[in-house]
């Protein structure tokens, strides 16, 4: 038995472009191009800003607005730059601006959850959340998001993306305490200790960047220097972001804003968590990415329009492919994850943040999967188990997507297992930025199908499906 492919595939589009501020590299160049700019007469500055926003305006919403920031983020290099007329300001805004194509390269690694907004739909629908790893220039990767509706067929209907995309806005007043540094930094020596408790009950990243300032200065060690980088690391890494309300889920693109991640959000795994009380909260983590080191960090979100940002911590945070279970299991969250590169684990903690114990959930055993197993996003709960789709690598790193049963109640027990792949790529898969994969962030089931989003050789975005109970009766020991 293997999964129905679907017909319908997303594919990247590299017309999806954001935008950005542009350092052309240093004070000198940055002077260089202002006094250029400042150079031309004011109708050849009225003409050039004319046909640069008859070029763009189309491409981007609020172009004035976001040439005027460019512009408000150089000014402290003009001279008595009140006295410009709005054009010029929105002509040397347009100099200190680029595009980004978030797609150019590839659009892949999906999870799919409910929409928050379930209503005015007929019985046997669902509205989605998909969200996808968008990789443009130079391997950087963001997240972005579809929307659409599974009907009583579970034919799977698509929304129309927006042509515009939106960054969200920073809080850059988000506050910390003392006591959250003390719980996610080591202190190693009477002088880190004091640094910590010399910091006020509440402060935000501009305030801790003056402090650590003037503890480097007066320091002046390279120890304390290294600790109070981390801090700082620390803080930026854990932020909030919000879109506008008017912005449509497909506008909404959130894009690496800590140094930790500058080089890529990789694979959001999203999960609909249902807590004790009745709540629901949308969880993911995700693998941020430097260029040189990687960590896993937490998303959380009530409605796809604020995003709280977080580190994880603990022994158990070493590797890739975390996925949280969508509830709490005998009162504590669990995570499943790899650990060494190839083993599948399952971890318990009473703290979402802090992960410090994992047990082997499951070993390479089939020549499908001898390389290396994972999961591919949050397991599902049935009435027989915990259903944990996987991917698995076998001969010429060739991915696959398997799936195992887990315990309800323990889920560190493997109580089923599938023997085979249940999706491979087919020869019109195979080809791509990165051959011969198949890959899942994240599943879900309605009207008695397991719906399976997945990744073709990390270029583009399709769907499988299979009968559930199907599915678990072939599941074995």
């Not at 805004?93 to 928050?116: C, D, M, R, T, W």
């Not at 690598?393 to 027990?413: E, M, W």
């Not at 399709?462 to 020991?477: R, S």
Request: hydrophobic letters at 35%.
């Amino acid at each position: 038995m293997y999964a129905l492919k679907l017909q319908k595939k997303i594919l990247p589009d590299k017309t999806r472009v954001i935008f950005q501020f542009f350092n052309p590299g240093g004070e000198a160049r940055i002077n260089n191009v202002i006094n250029r700019v400042l150079s031309l007469s004011e109708k050849e500055a009225c003409s050039l800003i004319e046909n640069i926003l008859n070029d763009f305006s189309g491409r981007h919403l609020n172009i004035k607005h976001k040439l005027l920031e460019n512009f408000n983020k150089v000014y402290k290099y003009i001279n008595n730059p009140g006295a410009l007329t709005l054009e010029r300001k929105y002509l040397i805004g347009a100099y200190f601006s680029k595009e980004y194509s978030i797609e150019a390269a590839s659009l892949f690694n999906p999870s799919i959850v409910p929409h928050p907004d379930q209503k005015n739909l007929k019985p046997g629908m669902l509205r989605f959340v998909l969200s996808l790893r968008a990789t443009g220039e130079g391997h950087l990767s963001s997240i972005e998001f579809r929307t659409g509706i599974i009907d009583q067929d579970n034919d799977v209907f698509l929304d129309t993306p927006s042509a515009h995309l939106e960054l969200p806005v920073r809080n850059e007043n988000k506050l910390f305490t003392r006591e959250f540094i003390k719980k996610r930094v080591q202190l190693e020596d009477a002088g880190q200790k004091k640094f910590v408790d010399d910091l006020p009950d509440n402060f935000n990243l501009g305030e801790l960047k003056k402090i650590a300032d003037k503890t480097s200065f007066e320091d002046g060690s390279s120890r304390m220097e290294d600790f109070v980088g981390r801090i700082l690391g620390l803080a930026d890494s854990n932020y909030q972001i919000k879109f506008h309300e008017s912005s449509s889920f497909s506008e909404r693109i959130i894009f690496p804003n800590s140094v930790n991640e500058s080089v890529g959000m990789e694979d959001a795994r999203f999960v609909k968590f249902h807590d004790e009380d009745g709540s629901s909260t949308y969880f993911a983590t995700y693998t941020a990415y430097n260029g040189k080191t990687f960590g896993t960090q937490l998303i959380e979100t009530k409605d796809f329009l604020t995003f709280n940002i977080s580190t994880l911590h603990g022994p158990g945070v070493q590797d890739k492919g975390m996925a949280i279970f969508p509830r709490k299991v005998s009162g504590k969250y669990v995570i499943t994850s790899r650990q060494g590169g190839e083993n599948l684990y399952v971890m318990f903690s009473d703290d979402l943040y802090r992960w410090d114990d994992f047990k082997l959930l499951k070993i390479p055993a089939l020549p499908w999967e001898y390389i290396q197993l994972g999961n591919c996003g949050s397991p599902i709960e049935t009435e027989k188990g915990w259903l944990l789709v996987t991917h698995a690598v076998g001969p010429f790193r060739k991915y696959s997507i398997g799936a195992c049963l887990l315990d309800l109640h323990d889920p560190s027990k493997v109580i089923g297992t599938l023997r085979y792949p249940l999706i491979e790529p087919d020869e019109d898969e195979r080809e791509g930025y990165v051959p011969n994969v198949v890959y899942s962030c994240g599943s879900l089931v309605h009207n008695g199908e397991l719906l399976i989003p997945y990744a073709m050789s990390d270029s583009c975005t399709g769907f499988a499906k299979v009968p559930l109970e199907e599915l678990l009766m072939k599941m074995t020991l």
